[in-house]
């Protein structure tokens, strides 16, 4: 039995659904509430109170970089790695440069988009949900967030180096379709979210300067993974992330004149 815990709107659950659906895979979808994310039972499960978590056979994967590299090895289906060491070695790097820029949209999506109901709840509330986090570095992130706001230097750093991505990514996709060569790999599976979330903010503009990546996201959308993921399952937090962004924007794009 294959177990999926995810909620709509979570960028890392959004990896594992798409390379399940690229590899034609059934499974038991357990879609949770933010609130979820905190309970003893979702805890009893993963104690990082993080999505996305798999659940095969009754053996948990943790990470969303490792639970889609475990869907391409457990099942059958079109591959999603090179069959070459250099081609896989290729796809770890996106992998890693997907986890490196998590914190990095999570800062823009916080900043942008939930900060403004999270400074409208008491002292006590936000103590609370700051204590609610499990990681402490990530507590510390989003203090600051809440504290700074657009004037903390987590921000300008976090739009710093998605413009970083983009640039590799433009780089890559120069010569190629996908990002590690001509076949779709699990490096297009794991940046698709972290692009998806710069258009839910309205922050689309970044791509300006990258047209390989506006046509490589293009070819994202035209793929039935994607319809399957987020045509039939749209984020619902995506109006509030549009509203915010809209209102952003102006700054933002001030940040990168």
Not at 26 to 41: F, M, N, V
Not at 114 to 120: H, Q, S, V
Not at 171 to 182: A, P, T, V
Request: proline share 6%.
């Amino acid at each position: 039995m294959l177990e999926l815990y995810h909620f709509h709107g979570a960028t890392c659950g959004l990896k594992a659904r798409i390379a399940l659906a690229e590899k034609g895979v059934d499974y038991a979808e357990h879609a949770l509430t933010r609130e979820e994310l905190r309970a003893p039972q979702y805890r009893m499960i993963n104690p990082n109170a993080v999505v996305p978590t798999l659940i095969h056979n009754g053996n948990t994967v943790f990470e969303s970089s490792c639970i889609i590299n475990y869907i391409d090895d457990a099942f059958e289906g079109p591959a999603l790695k090179p069959a070459n060491p250099l081609g896989v070695a290729h796809v770890w790097l996106w992998l890693k440069r997907a986890d490196e820029c998590l914190a990095m949209i999570g800062t823009l999506t916080y900043t942008v988009s939930m900060r403004p109901k999270l400074i409208a709840m008491s002292p006590e509330e936000i103590e609370q949900h700051i204590q609610g986090i499990p990681n402490a570095a990530n507590r510390a992130r989003r203090r600051r967030i809440i504290e700074q706001g657009f004037e903390g230097s987590d921000f300008d750093q976090s739009i710093e180096g998605l413009l970083k991505m983009l640039s590799d990514m433009e780089n890559s996709l120069k010569d190629n379709e996908w990002l590690s060569g001509e076949s779709y790999t699990l490096s297009d599976i794991a940046i698709t979210p972290l692009i998806e979330r710069i258009h839910e903010l309205e922050c689309g503009g970044f791509l300006v300067e990258y047209p390989s990546v506006k046509d490589w996201y293009e070819r994202i959308q035209a793929r039935a993974s994607y319809e399957d993921c987020l045509g039939l399952t749209p984020n619902p937090e995506g109006p509030q992330h549009s509203e915010n962004g809209k209102k952003a924007w102006p700054y933002i794009k001030s940040l990168m004149d």
